[in-house]
């Protein structure tokens, strides 16, 4: 069975850019995590989809980042414009609908902004 | 102060030693307790899962729990060079908001 996917796994781009990262989940998984994971600290939660819903998007900074999951499949993440703040991995996760808080998480997307 | 509160180390010790990594929390409503293994350049994947207090085993490692204490641990018997990772502990009061501590680097060193 495939595993989460994301894509690119490695970007680097200048300060102002935009970006974009995708992720496939595993089959069947209706729920759809983004965290951001700074260097040396823990993955922390961006948006949260149930099926194509975003049912969490608290710690989402809207004015620049949105994400969308159209047909309740694959994700896309995007920042526009990036800052040097943002360089980090963006982790995608997702589990399945019987769901016992086990999360199957993807390699990142590591994003350096220059 | 963070929810989760996890020593980021580093950690490192002997080959075949006990490890014992540790986080404290402060949200007396989580209730599932989670231990995320981490390879470098890699995704996190979960190694131990405990629903409220007590322990848990499998093979070399044991997750335990103290609600009361807001203290949950894991322990690693027979510590082996390929359990040199970071270990992220994480919590949460339903099942699918995860609040995750630092992480705790560690090597094993043969």
């Known amino acids: 069975e495939a595993g989460v996917v994301q894509s690119p796994r490695y970007k680097i781009i200048e300060k102002k850019q935009p970006v974009a990262f995708w992720c496939n989940p595993i089959s069947g998984h209706n729920t759809l995590y983004w965290y951001l994971q700074n260097l040396g600290q823990g993955p922390e939660l961006l948006i949260r989809?149930?099926?194509?819903?975003?049912?969490?998007d608290s710690q989402l900074p809207k004015d620049r980042f949105s994400a969308e999951r159209l047909k309740g499949v694959d994700s896309t993440l995007k920042i526009q414009p990036a800052e040097l703040g943002d360089s980090a991995v963006y982790l995608c996760?997702?589990?399945?609908?019987?769901?016992?808080?086990?999360?199957?998480f993807g390699e990142g997307s590591r994003l350096t902004v220059l | 102060q963070k929810e989760v509160e996890q020593d980021p180390g580093p950690l490192s010790v002997p080959e075949g030693a006990i490890v014992s990594l540790n986080c404290t929390y402060s949200?007396?409503?989580?209730?599932?307790f989670m231990w995320y293994r981490q390879y470098s350049r890699k995704g996190p994947e979960l190694l131990m899962y405990?629903?409220?207090?007590g322990n848990k085993e499998d093979g070399r490692f044991t997750a335990q729990v103290d609600k009361s204490s807001k203290y949950i641990s894991l322990f690693i018997r027979d510590s082996q060079p390929s359990d040199s990772a970071t270990y992220l502990c994480a919590m949460s009061a339903g099942a699918q908001k995860l609040v995750f501590g630092q992480g705790t680097r560690l090597t094993i060193n043969p």
């Open positions: 989809y149930e099926n194509e819903e975003a049912v969490d």
């Open positions: 949200n007396s409503a989580f209730q599932y």
């Open positions: 405990t629903y409220s207090s």
């Open positions: 996760a997702s589990s399945p609908p019987q769901n016992t808080g086990e999360l199957f």
